[in-house]
């Protein structure tokens, strides 16, 4: 993933409420995904591999966090594993189409989740006491520079 994109998820994750944090997590297994899809070809495979490792963690994060308690659960578990042996096969047979499917499989469950997170009642950001980020338009041509407040405060309280 670009710095940028590290940056911009780095800046939503501090702010987020629990439900946002599985929309992001989606968000970081999708742009993985097409990373890695971009990634595809024989010069590059150890990028390729490192993309595949990351989107795995992000995708085994979304399955370790399931509640089954509720019934939905399970039915998000079997999709998790169909996508998991997806990403298998698309690194052992060093084939695109398997991570086609996988792709398709969660922008579907992507879109579901952030029809949810609309409906749900908003909760408090799950970090608290984070450090707030400043960001606006300086008088430079077409700048953004970001200002980091240090707050005394800030981290875990005893």
Excluded: C
């Excluded at 399931?66 to 996508?83: N, P, Q, R, T």
């Excluded at 996988?102 to 749900?120: F, H, P």
């Excluded at 608290?128 to 970001?146: F, H, I, M, P, R």
């Amino acid at each position: 993933m670009k710095k940028e994109m590290v940056q911009e998820f780095q800046a939503r994750i501090v702010t987020a409420s629990q439900n946002d944090l599985v929309v992001i997590n989606y968000e970081m297994l999708m742009a993985e995904l097409v990373e890695a899809t971009e990634l595809f070809n024989p010069e590059s495979m150890s990028a390729f591999n490192h993309s595949m490792e990351r989107a795995t963690r992000l995708l085994n994060e979304l399955s370790f966090n399931l509640d089954f308690s509720f019934d939905i659960s399970k039915d998000l578990m079997s999709l998790y594993i169909f996508v998991n042996k997806k990403l298998i096969e698309a690194s052992q047979k060093i084939s695109i189409q398997p991570l086609h499917t996988a792709q398709d499989v969660l922008s579907t469950l992507l879109i579901g989740w952030r029809e949810a997170n609309k409906t749900e009642v908003r909760t408090a950001p799950m970090i608290q006491n984070g450090q707030q980020l400043y960001a606006g338009l300086t008088y430079g041509k077409g700048s953004l520079n970001e200002t980091v407040y240090m707050d005394q405060s800030r981290g875990l309280k005893a």
